[in-house]
C-alpha cells in the first residue's frame, strides 16, 4: 500500500558514506516532514530523523536527513558494521489522512 | 522517557478478533497521538492507526472497515481491535508514541499470528 519508494538494498564499505531515497508526492513528501527509522535486526524501529533533518539526543551527527520537494534523502557517514539495518522513511499524507511508511531499504556494510 | 509495552493473544483464530493492550509509563498522555504500527513477518511497516487522549481517531482507510482503537487514560492504556482477522494480519504489532510528526517512542513488539 506504500507510496513512498525506496532502494531494496544499499552497501559500502567502512568508513564510506551511503544515501537512501524515499520518493513520494505532493499529498505525503511534498507537504509535511519526514521522519526516518533504522530497524536493529529483531528489533522494533528507532527514530533517527525527525522534521526533515533533525536528530533526537542521542543519535551521532553521522546521520543526516533532508528533503527537496516530493523526495527526503537519508545519509550516512562514516558506516560502521553496527549501521546494517533496515531503514525506513515515515510522513503523513494529508491526502489520505494516514501515515505512510517506505518500502524500507537494508543497508550492507562490505 | 516514555515506555510502552505491548500484551495480548499471540495466537488469534481466522475471522476472530484481535484485542492488544499498549501500556505506558513516563509519559504525559496529552503530549502524545498514540498508535499502533504492524510489520508482517520479513516486509514493512504498516501504520494501522491513532488516537490522542481526547478520543479523536484516525484509522489507516484500507483497515478502517476492521479497526477500533480506544484510550483509558485512568490505566495509561490505550488498546487495539482488530476484527475478522485472516492469516494476511499475522504480523508483529508495535504501539508507538508521535509527539509531532514523528514516532518518537516505540514498544517492543508483540507477534500475533492467526491460525486456526
Known amino acids: 500500500q506504500s507510496v513512498l519508494t525506496q532502494p531494496p538494498s544499499v552497501s559500502a564499505a567502512p568508513g564510506q558514506k551511503v544515501t537512501v531515497s524515499c520518493s513520494g508526492s505532493?499529498?505525503?513528501?511534498?507537504?509535511?516532514?519526514v521522519s526516518w527509522y533504522q530497524q536493529l535486526p529483531g528489533t522494533a524501529p528507532k527514530l533517527l530523523i525527525y522534521?526533515?533533518?533533525k536528530r533526537p539526543s542521542g543519535i551521532p551527527d553521522r546521520f543526516s536527513g533532508s528533503k527537496s520537494g516530493t523526495s527526503a534523502t537519508l545519509g550516512i557517514t562514516g558506516l560502521q558494521t553496527g549501521d546494517e539495518a533496515d531503514y525506513y522513511c515515515?510522513?503523513?499524507?494529508?491526502?489520505?489522512?494516514?501515515?505512510?511508511f517506505g518500502t524500507g531499504t537494508k543497508v550492507t556494510v562490505l | 522517557q516514555v515506555h510502552l509495552q505491548e500484551s495480548g493473544p499471540g495466537l488469534v483464530k481466522p475471522s476472530e478478533t484481535l484485542s492488544l493492550t499498549c501500556t505506558v509509563s513516563?509519559?504525559?498522555?496529552?503530549?502524545?497521538?498514540w498508535n499502533w504500527i504492524r510489520q508482517p513477518p520479513g516486509k514493512g511497516l504498516e501504520w494501522i492507526g491513532h488516537?490522542?487522549?481526547?478520543?479523536?481517531?484516525k484509522y489507516n482507510p484500507s483497515l478502517k472497515s476492521r479497526v477500533s482503537i480506544a484510550v483509558d487514560t485512568s490505566k495509561s492504556q490505550f488498546s487495539l481491535k482488530l476484527t475478522s482477522v485472516t492469516a494476511a494480519d499475522t504480523a508483529v504489532y508495535y504501539c508507538?508514541?508521535?509527539?509531532?510528526?514523528?514516532?518518537?517512542?516505540w514498544g517492543q513488539g508483540t507477534l500475533v499470528t492467526v491460525s486456526s
Open positions: 508507538a508514541a508521535y509527539s509531532g510528526s514523528s514516532a518518537d517512542y
Open positions: 513516563g509519559g504525559s498522555a496529552s503530549s502524545y497521538f
Open positions: 488516537i490522542y487522549y481526547s478520543g479523536s481517531t
Open positions: 505532493s499529498p505525503n513528501i511534498g507537504s509535511n516532514y
Open positions: 522534521d526533515n533533518n
Open positions: 515515515g510522513t503523513w499524507d494529508s491526502s489520505l489522512s494516514a501515515e505512510l
